[in-house]
């Protein structure tokens, strides 16, 4: 799978597992997602069969409200996504923050973006089922 901005970690073991394994990467970071949504479980209520494909939303007011004062538009890709679906395996993916910046006209080294990239990818690895 290549979509631009997109980095994606194959996961082990079934999206079951994975959600499990995220929502302990978040309770050992005192993250608690500010939303999640199962887009599976609202298209079979419409039936439309859809694989598993769960959307979280998090994040931190002191890293990202920075960065929106400084480029507005970015407001429309933050706070944070995690997405974890099934595509043949289990899959979890983000918008790579350094991607976002550039999107919006924003500095993709800062150490804002940094920090926002370090935290998804231990996020995603770890519900990968990497290590942290």
């Known amino acids: 799978m290549n979509v631009a901005g ?25 993250i ?10 609202t ?10 494909l769960t959307l979280f939303v998090f994040g931190n007011p002191q890293v990202g409200s920075p960065l929106m004062a400084a480029h507005p538009s970015l407001g429309i890709d933050l706070p944070l996504k995690l997405l974890v679906w ?3 395996s289990a899959k979890v993916g983000f ?16 150490a804002s973006v940094a920090t926002m990239r370090a935290l998804l990818d231990a996020l995603a690895r770890q519900a990968a089922g990497g290590t942290l």
């Open 6 to 30: 997109l980095i994606v970690h194959e996961a082990e073991g079934a999206v079951d597992e994975v959600l499990r394994r995220l929502q302990s990467a978040f309770a050992e970071r005192g």
């Open 32 to 41: 608690v997602p500010l939303l999640r949504v199962d887009h599976a479980a």
């Open 43 to 52: 298209a079979i209520a419409i039936g439309i069969p859809l694989a598993p």
């Open 86 to 88: 099934e595509e043949g």
């Open 95 to 110: 918008n790579d923050p350094a991607w976002l910046a550039e999107r919006h006209g924003g500095d993709a080294s800062a």
